[in-house]
T-cell receptor
Framework: GQQVMQIPQYQHVQEGEDFTTYCNSS?????IQWYKQRPGGHPVFLIQ?????EVKKQKRLTFQFGEAKKNSSLHITATQTTDVGTYFC????????????FGQGTILTVHP | DSGVTQTPKHLITATGQRVTLRCSPR?????VYWYQQSLDQGLQFLIQ???????AKGNILERFSAQQFPDLHSELNLSSLELGDSALYFC???????????FGPGTRLTVL
């Protein structure tokens, strides 16, 4: 079945450093979504990318969707302690229309 | 606050028991999703309903069942509970299939 892999699994950074997490799907995706889960919280939707090669920015966050629509990345510039949490990518299953397959997430720790 | 409510917040029960988790989606959302999140398994999709009908199924055990009622709230029934069923169970809702999902605060199930 479809697999969505994320790397790295963990990332520790000093406040002010940049951070990037990568997401790779075993199948071509019609779209990709990113979510953030703070410690003790629930996943919160960040963004959805639909077009091949799409790049979207939200303040210090930059999201990219690969040309082949099989990979994506999230880059955070100059991390802050508020960026702490787990970042998940998720893609719809090609065979099961309503199903969203989540990557295992990247846990980001920011040291002040 | 995502607008999705889940009850109860915490549930402690014994092996072999049966429990029911309840979810009320955001007003206007027709689609409800159930996920299981445990430390070693990440966020696992269980099942999805759209306007009362089951639309997608993930790795949901036969001991687990769900339904969406005419008022669009959903219930997840877990029976013959095992220690390994201890996890955080999230409900999410969306307006339509493949749209962004709004997660509830989750129900933490502990099976002793």
């Amino acid at each position: 079945g479809q697999q969505v892999m994320q790397i790295p699994q963990y990332q520790h950074v000093q406040e002010g450093e940049d951070f990037t997490t990568y997401c790779n799907s075993s199948t071509t995706l019609s779209n990709i979504q990113w979510y953030k889960q703070r410690p003790g919280g629930h996943p919160v939707f960040l963004i959805q990318l639909v077009k091949s090669g799409e790049v979207k920015k939200q303040k210090r966050l930059t999201f990219q969707f690969g040309e082949a629509k099989k990979n994506s990345s999230l880059h955070i510039t100059a991390t802050q302690t508020t960026d702490v949490g787990t970042y998940f990518c998720a893609g719809p299953s090609g065979t099961s229309y309503g199903k969203l397959t989540f990557g295992q997430g990247t846990i980001l720790t920011v040291h002040p | 606050d995502s607008g999705v409510t889940q009850t109860p917040k915490h549930l402690i029960t014994a092996t072999g028991q049966r429990v029911t988790l309840r979810c009320s989606p955001r007003s206007g959302d027709l689609s409800v999703y159930w996920y299981q999140q445990s430390l070693d398994q990440g966020l696992q999709f269980l099942i999805q309903y759209y306007n009362g009908e089951e639309r997608a199924k993930g790795n949901i055990l036969e001991r687990f069942s769900a339904q969406q009622f005419p008022d669009l709230h959903s219930e997840l029934n877990l029976s013959s509970l095992e220690l390994g069923d201890s996890a955080l169970y999230f409900c999410a809702s969306s307006v339509a299939l493949l749209n962004e999902q709004f997660f509830g605060p989750g129900t933490r199930l502990t099976v002793l």
